[in-house]
């Protein structure tokens, strides 16, 4: 049977990162013998992020390949990394989609890089001639976005301490500041991981003066539907008036009594609609959904919307 042209359009690049930070691992423990002019293992040389060999040699790539090296002294570093790649990637992309994930998982990972660049280069301190390496800015710039769209989610920190998401990235935020700033000499870049919060912030806050542009355009559309409404034209077919009737029912249902007020049928119809809009993008953006408005109802993308609302209500 022919598989369905609306198939889920998650592509697993939470995955493809973990496995291509595994090969360039391995690629470092076997090429550790090779050495730079610099006594550092080749592949540090040209991949690692050095501010003076970007600076004066024009390495520029390093501020997006540092980020693929982990050190090979010891498994913890890549393990921690890969694993919080794992557990806040994961829910991420689902929520996103692939394409929005990667360029948000780079953007905070060269941001995190471009961090440690300019304040190394502005400082002229050691480190303004050692490598950095590791994923650490681009995970921290996911945990930001994890604190972001699931906030009252509970994480155990050190694996037995629970704390809510929000409150988890506060905590990590303060706790960077403060070692960067009083914390002495350390072999971590805690400007990496404050890099990788504060681009994510800046994507963030990018993403809500679009949402801010989208609701504006949306009232307009609005304004000009409503102004045709008396113009003659075809209303919805029955099988979408009944299928928004059904949708209505599960909101109302769902407000009042939350998931358990959902009988079983109801909760596969909303697994169902949730995979064949997985990855769907409403146009207006994070418009608040209203089922009983005329435009929503009609709208192409009406029932990507009423899944979006769906998973609000059942976070809540």
């Known amino acids: 049977m022919k598989a369905p042209e609306s198939a889920p359009s998650y592509r697993g690049w939470v995955l493809k990162l973990i496995i291509a930070n595994v090969i360039a691992y391995v690629f470092q423990i076997l090429t550790a013998a090779d050495r730079s002019p610099y006594s550092m293992s080749v592949l540090t040389y040209y991949l690692g992020l050095t501010p003076a060999l970007v600076v004066e040699r024009g390495f520029v790539w390093q501020i997006v390949s540092y980020m693929f090296l982990h050190s090979t002294s010891g498994f913890f570093h890549i393990f921690f990394n890969m694993y919080a790649l794992l557990i806040f990637g994961t829910p991420i992309e689902q929520e996103w989609g692939s394409k929005r994930f ?29 490598p950095t390496i590791g994923a650490s800015g681009a995970v921290f710039g996911l945990l930001l976005a994890f604190g972001v769209l699931y906030p009252n989610a509970e994480i155990l920190l050190f694996f037995f301490v629970p704390i809510k998401a929000k409150y988890l990235v506060m ?5 960077e500041l403060y070692l960067e700033l009083f914390g002495g000499n350390s072999s971590i870049s805690h400007i990496g991981h404050l890099g990788g919060l504060f681009f994510g912030i800046v994507y963030f806050l990018v993403a809500r003066r679009k949402g801010i542009s989208f609701r504006a ?15 003659p ?17 599960i909101l109302v249902r769902l407000k009042n009594g939350g998931p358990a007020a959902l009988s079983d049928d109801e909760i596969q119809y909303i697994k169902y609609l949730a995979i064949m809009k997985d990855g769907a993008s409403p146009g207006c953006g ?3 959904y209203n089922i009983d408005d005329k435009y929503c109802a009609d709208c192409e993308d009406a029932d990507a919307c009423f899944v979006r609302e769906v998973k609000r209500l059942m976070e809540n």
């Open 102 to 130: 990667l360029g948000y998982y780079l953007f905070c990972g060269a941001g995190a890089g471009l961090s440690i660049l300019v304040i190394n280069l502005i400082s002229q301190s050691v480190a303004y001639n050692i």
């Open 171 to 175: 905590l990590y935020g303060l706790l």
């Open 217 to 231: 355009k949306i009232r307009s559309a609005r304004k000009e539907y409503r102004a045709a409404e008396n113009a």
């Open 233 to 249: 034209k075809p209303g919805p077919g029955r099988e979408v008036q009944a299928e928004r009737a059904r949708q209505r029912d």
């Open 286 to 288: 994070d418009v608040d």
